[in-house]
């Protein structure tokens, strides 16, 4: 029974999962041009559904599987706090990224880029609908560079922050089932038909580690950790027990992650791989961005330097809103309850040649943060409560049971045993009695 409940949620996860997006809406675009600090203003959630399914999906003979995991999103009104027509203001990552990327270029070059910029009518800061950000917008610009330098975006349609992530799928995923070792089931074997990543500059940081985020191994501990790999973050992640917990009467081990997760060199040997970094709290992923800009933190920056939200006004980081975190139940490595929260920055600064920079100050400005969440509810969670609290405690209390009835029944079997055994002993000696007693006449007679 314990196979068959990760099996079925492997192949079809039962679990509604929603993605919840909240953009930083920059209040001040002028001042920061004079080099001014960001103000933001937290807008969202503008939730959208998330479907998931498994295709291409294919069994090997040393206990793996291969299959590529497919993923749409459907926005929801009635979840959300606005819609999908909501006007937002951030950086324009096609030019104050771009900037960045482009400053060790001749500064004659830099000039050119910056006409360039003019002429597509691209300035430092877009001011777009929710949905032309997320999933993408015309731009004369991209289709210039996807014309002329083509791969230097990730898109070759329109440009969004999410334009890849809809109707795509994760890569291919070889996982072990754990016929062979109940220890390994779900652990990643390969991606994309890879051991290792060539992304960062350490074998350890290289390391494709745990499973593919959905299931784990059963039977942990609180000494347990949940490693994953994420393509999204390009690396594996790994996080740590916090505390015991409940969900509607299961028992849950809540693991989180640790403050070293994102950690820079300096403050974590081991992150140093990961580098070339910054403060504490921001994963440098460039190297599999096209090498932007781009910083991956947790929302609000929480667990990161305090110097970051110094930069930018209007961020306040709290755990229990910033915080990730996988409730999973530790019998079955199957997770209850799943917060994952990243935020998604782009480092800015001014450059000389490309006046749309200005005067910007170097900053890592928050472009806006996100929260994948899903839960089991419903038969599903009906069926683990059943089969993983009920069952259990009265198989629990039906041993003592046993244990009593046995204990009782052998009671009784000494005590019978005891009172059979003495009262065949004095029905001998009764017996002796009545035998002495009827020669007695006759040693009589024969005196007589």
């Given at each position: 029974r314990?196979c068959?409940?990760?099996?079925?949620?492997?192949?079809?996860?039962?679990?509604?999962?929603?993605?919840?997006?909240?953009?930083f809406h920059?209040?001040?675009?002028?001042?920061i041009?004079?080099?001014?600090?960001?103000?933001?203003e937290?807008?969202?959630p503008?939730?959208?559904?998330?479907?998931?399914?498994k295709?291409?999906?294919?069994?090997h003979?040393?206990?793996?599987?291969s299959y590529?995991?497919?993923?749409r999103?459907?926005f929801?009104?009635?979840?959300?706090?606005?819609n999908e027509?909501?006007?937002?203001?951030?950086?324009?990552m096609?030019v104050l990224?771009?900037?960045?990327?482009?400053?060790?270029?001749?500064?004659?070059?830099?000039?050119?880029i910056s006409?360039?910029?003019?002429?597509?009518k691209?300035?430092?800061?877009?001011?777009?609908?929710v949905?032309?950000?997320?999933?993408?917008?015309?731009?004369?610009?991209?289709?210039?560079?996807?014309?002329?330098?083509?791969?230097?975006l990730?898109s070759?349609?329109?440009?969004g922050?999410?334009?890849?992530?809809?109707?795509?799928?994760?890569?291919?995923?070889?996982i072990?089932?754990?016929?062979?070792?109940?220890?390994?089931?779900?652990?990643?074997?390969?991606?994309?038909?890879?051991?290792e990543l060539?992304?960062?500059?350490?074998?350890?940081?290289?390391?494709?580690n745990?499973?593919?985020?959905?299931?784990w191994?059963?039977f942990?501990t609180k000494e347990?950790?949940l490693p994953f790999?994420?393509?999204d973050?390009?690396r594996?992640?790994?996080?740590?027990?916090?505390?015991l917990?409940?969900?509607?009467?299961?028992?849950?081990?809540?693991?989180?992650?640790p403050k070293t997760?994102?950690?820079?060199?300096t403050?974590?040997?081991p992150?140093?791989?990961?580098?070339?970094?910054?403060?504490?709290?921001?994963?440098?992923?460039?190297?599999?961005?096209?090498n932007?800009?781009v910083?991956?933190?947790?929302?609000?920056?929480?667990?990161?330097d305090?110097?970051?939200?110094?930069?930018v006004?209007g961020?306040?980081?709290?755990?229990e809103?910033?915080?990730?975190?996988?409730?999973?139940?530790?019998?079955?490595?199957?997770?209850?309850?799943?917060s994952?929260?990243l935020q998604?920055?782009?480092?800015?600064?001014?450059i000389?040649?490309?006046?749309?920079?200005?005067k910007i100050?170097?900053?890592?400005?928050?472009?806006?943060?996100?929260?994948?969440?899903g839960y089991i509810?419903?038969?599903?969670?009906?069926?683990f409560?059943?089969?993983?609290v009920?069952?259990?405690?009265?198989?629990e209390?039906?041993?003592?049971?046993?244990?009593a009835?046995?204990?009782?029944?052998?009671?009784?079997?000494?005590?019978?045993?005891?009172?059979?055994?003495v009262?065949?002993?004095?029905?001998q000696?009764?017996?002796?009695?009545?035998?002495?007693?009827?020669?007695t006449p006759?040693?009589?007679?024969k005196?007589?």
């Open positions: 314990l068959r409940i990760p099996k079925t949620l492997w192949f079809d996860l039962p679990v509604p999962f929603f993605m919840s997006v909240y953009f920059v209040l001040n675009p002028e001042e041009l004079n080099g001014e600090k960001p103000m933001v937290q807008r969202g503008y939730v959208y559904r998330k479907q998931c399914r295709e291409n999906i294919t069994f003979p040393n206990s793996t599987v590529r995991e497919y993923r999103y459907f929801e009104p009635s979840m959300s706090v606005g027509s909501d006007v937002i203001t951030i950086p324009n096609l990224g771009a900037a960045v990327m482009l400053e060790d270029l001749p500064y004659a070059l830099r000039l050119f006409a360039t910029f003019k002429t597509f691209e300035g430092p800061f877009l001011t777009k609908t949905e032309e950000l997320m999933w993408g917008y015309d731009s004369k610009l991209v289709e210039f560079l996807n014309k002329y330098l083509p791969g230097m990730p070759t349609g329109k440009f922050l999410f334009a890849e992530f809809n109707n795509s799928n994760t890569g291919l995923f070889t072990h089932t754990g016929r062979d070792d109940i220890r390994n089931v779900h652990k990643v074997d390969s991606w994309n038909g890879l051991t060539s992304y960062w500059r350490t074998p350890q940081c290289n390391m494709i745990g499973t593919a985020g959905q299931l191994p059963p942990m347990t950790t790999y994420s393509p973050a390009c594996s992640l790994e996080l740590v027990y916090q505390r917990g409940v969900m509607k009467g299961i028992p849950l081990y809540r693991y989180v992650a997760m994102f950690a820079n060199g403050d974590y040997l992150n140093e791989g990961f580098c070339p970094c910054r403060q504490s709290g921001l994963l440098n992923v460039s190297s599999c961005r096209y932007s800009p910083f991956i933190s947790h929302p609000h920056f929480f667990n990161a305090p110097v970051l939200l110094d930069y006004l961020l306040h980081p709290t755990e809103e910033h915080g990730l975190f996988i409730d999973i139940h530790p019998l079955t490595g199957v997770p209850l309850n799943v994952i929260r998604l920055n782009l480092y800015m600064k001014k000389s040649g490309i006046t749309e920079t200005g100050s170097e900053v890592v400005m928050p472009m806006l943060w996100f929260e994948e969440n509810d419903g038969p599903i969670l009906t069926t409560h059943t089969n993983l009920i069952l259990p405690a009265v198989m209390y039906m041993q003592y049971i046993f244990i009835l046995g204990l009782l029944t052998t009671i009784v079997a000494v005590l019978v045993y005891y009172k059979v055994k009262r065949i002993p004095n029905s000696l009764e017996s002796t009695s009545t035998s002495t007693h009827e020669r006759l040693l009589q007679d005196q007589h």
